[in-house]
Antibody, heavy 116, light 109 residues
Framework: EVQLVESGGGLIQPGGSLRLSCAASGFTVSSKYMNWVRQAPGKGLEWVSAIYGGESTYYADSVKGRFTISRDTSKNTLYLQMNNVRADDTAVYYC??????????WGQGTLVTVSS | DIVLTQSPGTLSLSPGERATLSCRASQSISSSYLAWYQQKPGQAPRLLIYGASSRATGIPDRFSGSGSGTDFTLTITRLEPEDFAVYYCQQYGYSPTWTFGQGTKVEVK
């Protein structure tokens, strides 16, 4: 069974750093394109970042230069390194598996709260 | 950048009624790149429809998608109690990017 489990969220001060993890089972993260999508409290969905084969990475303008997506094939885990976080980065962060042009599997999400 | 506008913002219906949700793109998009998701409170989104009209695995046939160009529709023929949720449309762009509509909430009347 395909499963994605995020972890690493929490309370962090503005300007701080945090690394989110997404442990996959039922498939290998290295064989699939993967995404991070976030949802601010009470708001809609916002794409954050994607990683393709060959380690090509892509970012929304709102996080470019601050966030880094990566994966560890030995741990079958996807990561999102978040640096210099801001209050508007507060959201539930979901990892999702890409299938063609859509997202066919999602994790349950991990909450990141940026506040002093 | 392509903007997806969903309407209405909230749809108040009773179980058994038909729901029609609209997603309009700011410019023409390929039907292959339009998807719909369902999200219930406290849960992750779930893929319902991809390629504008193909149901994802395990999705009941009361859900259907249609449309082309700039206008797309998600129809739920007879609302079941578990269908009351927020629905998002999503478009894939070549950059690549994934753009979501702002969502339509289907609530119990």
């Amino acid at each position: 069974e395909v499963q994605l489990v995020e972890s690493g969220g929490g309370l962090i001060q503005p300007g701080g750093s945090l690394r989110l993890s997404c442990a996959a089972s039922g498939f290998t993260v290295s064989s699939k394109y993967m995404n991070w999508v976030r949802q601010a409290p009470g708001k809609g969905l916002e794409w954050v970042s994607a990683i393709y084969g060959g380690e090509s990475t892509y970012y929304a303008d709102s996080v470019k230069g601050r966030f880094t997506i990566s994966r560890d094939t030995s741990k079958n885990t996807l990561y999102l390194q978040m640096n210099n976080v801001r209050a508007d980065d507060t959201a539930v962060y979901y990892c999702a598996r890409i299938s063609g042009s859509y997202l066919d599997r999602w994790g349950q999400g991990t909450l990141v709260t940026v506040s002093s | 950048d392509i903007v997806l506008t969903q309407s209405p913002g909230t749809l108040s219906l009773s179980p058994g009624e038909r729901a029609t949700l609209s997603c309009r793109a700011s410019q023409s998009i390929s039907s292959s790149y339009l998807a719909w998701y369902q999200q219930k409170p406290g849960q992750a989104p779930r893929l319902l429809i991809y390629g504008a009209s193909s149901r994802a695995t395990g999705i009941p046939d009361r859900f259907s998608g249609s449309g082309s160009g700039t206008d797309f529709t998600l129809t739920i023929t007879r609302l079941e109690p578990e269908d009351f949720a927020v629905y998002y449309c999503q478009q894939y762009g070549y950059s690549p990017t994934w753009t979501f509509g702002q969502g339509t909430k289907v609530e119990v009347k």
